[in-house]
């Protein structure tokens, strides 16, 4: 394995990071390596995705015609900067993927801390 490699694997870790918690990133922590060259590189740590089977889901949505994801998460979430929630529960790395076919079938999660019911 490469030295950058393993520093960035092993890398100290920095202050948290400032992203709100309604964020995707929102608790990561931020690591730097260096570059060798006296400047050092600030990443996020991996975010992973919780596997589908966990997601507990109010509802299916059938997507409209020119339906966008955030006016949805909107309406079932409150907050349409939730999109990335209905992605990590349907599965899809791109949001307009979700909303690219009228009748598809969306599954709209939980909000966060609400246990399953």
Excluded at 1 to 20: C, D, K, R, V, W
Aim: charged fraction near 20%.
């Amino acid at each position: 394995m490469s030295n950058i490699l393993q520093q960035i694997l092993e890398g100290p870790p920095l202050e948290s990071t400032a992203f709100p918690p309604n964020s995707r990133y929102h608790g990561l922590r931020t690591l730097k390596i260096d570059a060798g060259d006296g400047t050092f590189i600030v990443y996020l740590t991996r975010r992973f995705v919780p596997p589908l089977d966990r997601a507990a889901v109010i509802r299916a949505h059938v997507v409209s015609e020119g339906e966008r994801l955030d006016n949805i998460t909107a309406l079932y979430l409150v907050d349409p900067e939730l999109f990335w929630r209905v992605c990590d529960a349907n599965g899809i790395v791109r949001p307009d993927d979700l909303t690219a076919r009228a009748g598809a079938e969306i599954r709209i999660p939980l909000p966060a801390g609400v246990p399953n019911a």
